[in-house]
C-alpha cells in the first residue's frame, strides 16, 4: 500500500517528514529521475509526468516489504491513503511571502488552502483520506501525529481516527 503525505505546499509536509524514517520525497524523485513533462514558462515550474509518476512509484512500492510512504503536494494522485495537512490560510501566506514566492503564486496556493482543493482531489481519488490541523502545532508535533496515523494504519485498524476524519478543517466556515 502506498500512502501519502500531501497537502498546500507551505503545510510543513518535508519539515516532518524530516523527522520520520523512510518517507520518499515526490518532489525530490520527480526532479532526479527527470519526471516532468516541461517547463510552465509563467509560473516557473517544472510539470510533472503523472504517468511516470505513478508508474515509479508502483514500481518501487513493489518492491518493498510494507507500506511505501511518500510526501510531497502531488503525492494524492498516486496513493492509496492519504494525510492531508493543513494550515490556517493565514498563516501559510506568512510561511509563502517568508518562502519568497511570487504575489499570484502565494494567492494561488492560499485559495486553493481556503477551499480545500488538496482535500477534495484526495477524497475523489484516494480510498481513505486523514486530515492534520498543523496549525500552532511545532514540527515535532507534526511528525508525532502523522506517525500515529503511520502506526494506527500498519496495525490495519484504523479506518476512521477521531479527529482527522476528512472534512475536519472548515477554513471558510471559520471566517462566516
Ligand atoms: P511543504 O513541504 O509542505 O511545502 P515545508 O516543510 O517546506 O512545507 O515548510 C514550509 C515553511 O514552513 C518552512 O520555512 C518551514 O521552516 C516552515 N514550517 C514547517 N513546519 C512548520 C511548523 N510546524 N511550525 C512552524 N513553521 C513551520
Ligand atoms: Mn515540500
Known sequence: MIIGITGTPGTGKTSACALLENVLDLNELI????????VDKTRGSLIADMDSVYDRVHEIAQGREGNLVIEGHLSHHVCDV????????DELERRLVERGYREAKILENVEAEVVDV??????????RVYEIDTTGKTVEGVADTINEILIAIGRGIAIEIEGYEPGSVDWLGLRA
Open 118 to 127: 488538496i482535500l477534495v482531489e484526495a477524497v475523489e481519488w484516494c480510498d
Open 31 to 38: 526532479k532526479k529521475e527527470g519526471l516532468h513533462l516541461e
Open 82 to 89: 492519504a494525510i492531508v495537512l493543513r494550515l490556517l490560510p
